[in-house]
């Protein structure tokens, strides 16, 4: 049962990695935050959307972290479009609090802060949004990102460094292990619990 559990928390590890958004198509949003829950595996910022939603003059020229800048993230502003979803409201899901605070933002997103993101809306729910640059209230300018993003879908523009096709997500660890090593502890769980069932039902006949 607890080699089971663990893989069960294994699992959790990849949640919410790049390539479960549209990395293909970077968009510009900013709103005003409604909701803050701080946390691991990734703070998530219910940000209601400013309509119609513009991109801000000089946005590819902006300053951005030099890391950010190494990994495509010039690039990625060049092709970013306006946020043009039916969406009112997306929640932001942000790196890990540790990333966070080593890339300089030690404090929390405020309820009422106005924010400014570059990212993606995610494939499946479309009031998800993955920043890879986040703009506080204040002006500064946190990176999201610290790997490559994954190789663009068949038939979808790359990115600019997407060459790695990096399938890790800001935690640190390559995409496929986690859930690799996952499904290897379930079925490991599996078969002990079956082994001591069999020996259960030998020691009864």
């Known amino acids: 049962m607890k080699l089971m559990i663990a893989g069960l928390a294994l699992t959790q590890v990849l949640h919410h ?4 958004f549209r990395t293909e198509r970077p968009l510009y949003v900013s709103g005003t935050v409604t909701e803050v829950k701080w946390g691991n595996p990734h703070p998530e910022v219910r940000v209601r959307v400013t309509s119609p939603v513009a991109l801000p003059a000089g946005l590819a020229e902006r300053s951005i972290p030099a890391e950010l800048e190494e990994i ?3 690039e990625v502003l060049r092709r970013t479009e306006p946020f043009d979803g039916r969406e009112q409201e997306l929640v932001l899901v942000l790196a890990p609090v540790e990333r966070l605070s080593a890339w300089g933002m030690d404090d929390r997103v405020a309820q ?3 924010l400014e993101a570059v990212g993606y809306v995610s494939r499946e729910h479309a009031d998800e949004f993955r920043p890879e640059l986040l703009v506080r209230g204040d002006g500064r300018a946190i990176r999201q990102r610290s790997v490559p993003l994954p190789a663009a879908p068949s038939g979808a523009p790359a990115t ?6 990096s399938r890790a997500d800001d935690s640190g660890g390559p995409g496929m292990l986690p859930w690799l090593a996952g ?12 082994v001591r069932a069999g020996r259960r039902r030998g020691g009864d006949t």
Do not use: C, D, M, Q
């Open 17 to 20: 990695g790049w390539e479960e």
């Open 72 to 74: 495509g993230g010039r």
């Open 160 to 165: 600019s460094g997407a060459g790695a096709a």
């Open 112 to 114: 009422g802060e106005r």
């Open 183 to 194: 499904g290897a502890l379930l079925v490991a769980g599996a078969i002990v619990v079956a």
